[in-house]
């Protein structure tokens, strides 16, 4: 039988592998949940871990997979107002509904499973390798963990139960014509009436899941307080003032239903308190989903890889498989090496907000603080790398299918049309690295590294990559000092080069200690210590000579302007 799980070696070696002894005590109370299913030891709950992911894994390759295709072709309907998915994705949700996969990482109090971000991280990816249009109703968990975490009692006892048996869903519904990158500018308007119930006016796009029986809306609630501070977010329930008004007609995740919905005078309920709805509210939710998008390129990047490998070992063309040309091999080892660079940053950065939300439980501290830090800077590095490491891998993919892979017949031309909007949604990756090279710019840099680069092992099979990985993260330190001299609009032009420097040292140092088991992670470590060297050799460069060239209205002015 088919499982993505136990068919990822490298998927399983990161779950394995992940700090578990530090995440599950908290997260678990030390073993004391009388619950007749919560583990009773760290043993036991990796077991549960396991167990679940093997679930899913087989549910994954032999219940979704399957159907994703004509998910892709059938694509989701508004039909009389209501919105009506591909029979064999409702299929599928409910069978992954009716598994008690609905309630991952919320308690269990309301049905949940209680289970640690770094196990649905792997969940998410192993559902986006299957059919990435599934995966955006799978992965509407946050929004369930942001009712729990910002909504009253009463509210979280409505809701949460029905959302982990999949009996309702949810949506997240912030972006409007005038108000996508920029969420300060949303105009939805909430008023408060005397008796202190809100009301929502105003119209929503892009919405995934917009037929959603729970909307968290994010509308503005101050008068006369402009931008982020005047805004609030609220949970909006499907019925009288909620409209869906009509569906996106899209590249990719055909399945998925993206729509537009109209608001008038809905009665809503706040999350959190009023005016904190953006920079805390919405800001916490967006960190859960921009995980989640990442672990969704990961998987969707496996599945165009697993195709590219197969294809091509059955290929011939001048007499010989084209795996056995030399530019092919540099195609599928570059993607092999990236898909395994973002798990593993895209891991690390779950395991580090599991660290985070146990301190949290734990009553804080400066602990805290430090983890708060890292996820900060971490979140947006894991989507940005994963998320442009799809469109190359899935790129790549349809090029080493020829003529085929342009074509309908093979599912890499899907592949690629689903990672295509995982760089844009949730955050594009220019929010991203933008949001990231302040806190790098801000003591990130040793945040991230020193400790790691003190403690890494130096295994014989990986031996020189240790000192080059060093000397790579001091070249990044002084181009981050360098920087520092100028403008925040040069440092938003040069972080995605930066962004790309500290991916590569990052995964470097995983491959690095993984290298003490294995002789392949050893030739993973060398290639990034050897391509990160590369990346912080030009980025120091650029950043040392002040080169704007690109975005300086001297240079960008003379060579753009004649495409007006
Ligand atoms: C299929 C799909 C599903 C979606 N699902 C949801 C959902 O469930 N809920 C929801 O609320 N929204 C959703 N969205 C909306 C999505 O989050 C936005 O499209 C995205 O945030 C970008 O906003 P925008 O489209 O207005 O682009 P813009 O903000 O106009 O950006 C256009 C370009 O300008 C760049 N740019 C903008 N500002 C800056 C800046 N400050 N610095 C550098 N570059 C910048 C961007 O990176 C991008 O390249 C979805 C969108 C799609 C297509």
């Known amino acids: 039988m088919a499982n993505f799980y136990r068919d990822n070696a490298d998927l399983r070696r990161r779950i394995e592998s992940a700090s578990w002894a530090r995440i599950l005590p908290a997260l678990e109370k030390d073993f004391t949940d009388p619950h007749e299913l919560a583990p009773k030891s760290i043993e036991e709950a990796v077991e549960q871990i396991e167990m679940v992911l093997d679930m899913i894994g087989a549910l994954a390759a032999e219940e979704v997979a399957p159907h994703a295709a004509e998910v892709d072709r059938a694509g989701a309907r508004l039909v009389d107002g209501r919105v009506v998915y591909p029979e064999p994705l409702q299929r599928a949700f409910r069978q992954l509904a009716d598994a008690g996969l609905m309630g991952f990482t919320l308690p269990r109090e309301f049905g949940g499973m209680n289970l640690p971000i770094t196990a649905y991280t792997a969940a998410v990816e192993m559902i986006s390798r299957a059919d990435a249009s599934m995966m955006t109703l799978f992965s509407l968990q946050g929004c369930g963990e942001t009712i729990h975490r910002f909504a009253p009692r009463a509210t979280r006892d409505r809701y949460l139960p029905r959302l982990c048996t999949g009996g309702i869903t949810p949506c997240m519904a912030l972006t409007e014509p005038n108000a996508g990158s920029a969420l300060g500018a949303v105009s939805t308007r909430a008023t408060q009436a005397p008796d202190g119930t809100w009301r929502l006016t105003g119209s929503k796009c892009f919405i995934t899941n917009g037929g959603a029986d729970v909307l968290l809306v994010l509308a503005r609630s101050e008068e006369g307080k402009p931008g982020g501070d005047g805004l609030s977010l609220f949970v909006v329930e499907k019925g009288k003032g909620v409209e869906v008004g009509k569906l996106e007609e899209k590249l990719g995740i055909h399945g998925s239903a993206t729509a537009t919905i109209n608001l008038t005078d809905a009665p809503g309920i706040l999350l959190g308190r009023r005016g904190e709805g953006l920079y805390k509210v919405t800001l916490s939710l967006l960190h859960n989903v921009r995980l989640e998008v990442a672990a969704q390129a990961v998987g969707i990047a496996q599945a165009a890889q697993k195709a590219a490998v197969r294809y091509a070992s059955e290929r011939e063309q001048f007499g010989r498989s084209i795996d056995q040309f030399a530019p092919v091999r540099a195609m599928l080892f570059d993607s092999a090496t990236e898909i395994e660079a973002a798990r593993a940053i895209v891991v690390t950065t779950a395991s580090v907000v599991d660290r985070k939300r146990g301190l949290e439980r734990a009553g804080g501290g400066e602990e805290l603080q430090r983890y708060e830090r890292l996820a900060d800077l971490l979140t947006p590095l894991s989507k940005y790398y994963a998320c442009e490491m799809v469109n190359s891998v899935t790129s790549r993919a349809i090029q080493i299918h020829g003529g085929y892979g342009y074509s309908r017949e093979y599912a890499v031309e899907r592949h690629f049309r689903d990672g295509r909007i995982t760089s844009i949604y949730e955050g594009t990756s220019e929010i991203q690295v933008g949001a990231m090279i302040d806190l790098l710019l801000r003591g990130g840099l040793p945040l991230l590294f020193e400790e790691p680069l003190r ?52 995964s470097g140092l995983v491959f690095l200690n993984d290298a003490q088991k294995d002789e392949r992670s050893a030739i993973l470590a060398k290639r990034q210590a050897r391509e990160g060297r590369r990346q912080a050799e030009t980025l120091l460069r650029v950043v040392r000579e002040g080169d704007r060239t690109p975005f300086d209205e001297t240079s960008f002015g003379p060579v753009v302007e004649p495409y007006r």
């Open 455 to 506: 403690d890494a092992p130096e295994p014989p099979s990986a031996s020189g990559a240790l000192g080059i990985l060093r000397a790579n993260y001091e070249m990044v330190v002084e181009a981050a000092e360098s920087a520092k001299k100028a403008d925040r609009f040069a440092h938003q032009g040069w972080a995605r080069q930066f962004a790309d420097a500290v991916a590569t040292i990052l």
